[in-house]
């Protein structure tokens, strides 16, 4: 496997981690979990690891995002499809609008502390 790939797969478990569990921290904002990965960008630089800043991110907010909103629609009485109601979508399509935003802002997060130290601002 080559080095570039393992980094990634790396850098995407490791910014999985980081997002849940700034995420379950329930007296933190809900967008508190941009900083920690932000700094997980910059430590990616530092370390030399050839992460793809913004798909690594964007791949790993989208899925954990996705799984959060899931289990909570089960966990409150489908609150994503009262939502879906509220705004005439379905519930599916609410669901991965959200795991969409989850994934931009975790892939600019990461990509922004990559590119913060790298010296050409391209990664």
Known sequence: MKKNTADNIKACVI???LVFLTCMA???PWWSFV???LLFGIVTTF???KVT???VGCISGFVIWLAANIYFDMIYNSV???LGLLLS???II???IAGVIGGLLTGLALHTGKSMFSGNGTN
Do not use: D, I, N, Q
Request: hydrophobic content about 55%; charged content about 10%; cysteine-free.
């Open 94 to 96: 609410v669901l991965l």
């Open 89 to 91: 979508m379905p519930k």
């Open 15 to 17: 910014t999985s981690a």
């Open 80 to 82: 994503f499809y009262k």
């Open 53 to 55: 800043g913004f798909a």
């Open 35 to 37: 900083v920690p990965v």
């Open 47 to 49: 370390l030399g690891w």
């Open 26 to 28: 329930e007296s933190l």
